[in-house]
C-alpha cells in the first residue's frame, strides 16, 4: 500500500502532485523507505537471539548450550551476545565466582532472577554442565586444554553433583585461606617461648 501510494504522483499527471514539487514529501517517502530496507537487512542478518557465540573448551559446550535455552541472554550479556540487565555481565563470571558460589546463586535464584533448583532436581547433568560452563568464563578466550575451569582445585562430582558453600565460606575464586599464616605465626610465638626459658635456666 505504501509503495502505491509512492507511486500515485508518477500515475497522476497533475502538475501539482509531481515528486520535484513535492521535495519534503518526497524525501521523506524515500527516508522512510530506505529505512525500512536497512532494518530489514539487519534483522535478516542478526543471527539467532539465543546463540552464545562466546569460545569455550569443547567440553563446555554442553553447558553453553544449556545457558542458551534457558532464556539467560534475556537478562545476562556473555561477550556481544545478549542484554545488558537487569542481570550482571556473565563474560567473566568464572574469575570472580568459584563452581560452589555459582551452583548455589542458581540453586537460590537472586533477586528476580529465577531460581534453578528445578532444573537441578529433574536433570542433574545438565545443571553440572551449566554450572561448569559459567565457571570456564573467565573473559579470555579458552583454549581446548581439557582445564576444567574450577577454582582452587576443586572438582564437582559425577551424577550431576555440585558442591555449594558451608558457613562462612568465601564466594570468591581467587581467596586464600589464611591457616598456613596463623600456624605459621603460632610457630614462631613458641620458639620464642622456648628460647627465652632456655636462657632463663642457663642464668640461674
Known amino acids: 500500500a505504501m509503495i502505491l501510494l509512492f507511486l500515485l504522483p508518477f ?3 497533475n502538475p501539482e502532485r509531481n515528486p520535484l514539487k513535492r521535495p519534503i514529501a518526497t524525501t521523506a517517502g524515500l527516508l522512510t523507505i530506505a529505512s525500512m530496507a536497512f532494518l530489514t537487512f539487519l534483522g535478516a542478518n542478526a543471527g539467532s537471539p539465543t546463540d552464545i557465540e562466546i569460545h569455550v573448551a569443547a567440553e563446555y559446550d554442553a553447558g553453553r ?3 542458551s535455552q534457558s532464556g539467560c541472554l534475556a537478562c545476562h550479556k556473555f561477550a556481544e551476545n ?3 540487565g537487569p542481570g ?3 563474560t567473566e563470571i568464572g574469575a570472580r565466582l568459584n563452581p560452589a558460589a ?3 546463586s ?3 535464584g537472586p533477586g528476580i532472577m529465577p531460581s534453578y ?3 537441578q532436581a529433574s536433570d542433574p547433568d545438565k545443571f553440572r554442565d551449566l554450572v561448569l560452563f559459567l565457571g570456564s568464563l573467565s573473559g579470555e578466550e579458552t583454549a581446548d586444554t581439557g582445564n576444567t575451569g574450577l577454582a582452587g582445585g576443586e572438582a564437582v562430582e559425577g551424577g550431576g553433583t555440585v558442591p555449594t558453600l558451608g558457613a562462612g565460606e568465601s564466594t570468591d575464586a581467587n581467596a586464600k585461606p589464611q591457616a598456613d599464616g596463623t600456624s605459621n605465626q603460632g610457630a614462631g610465638e613458641g620458639a620464642a617461648s622456648n628460647e627465652q626459658g632456655t636462657r632463663s635456666a642457663s642464668g640461674g
Do not use: C, E, K, T
Open 102 to 104: 555459582i551452583a548455589r
Open 106 to 108: 542458581l540453586q537460590i
Open 11 to 13: 500515475y497522476d499527471r
Open 82 to 84: 545478549g542484554n545488558n
Open 65 to 67: 548450550l544449556v545457558a
Open 117 to 119: 533448583s528445578g532444573l
Open 88 to 90: 550482571p555481565q556473565l
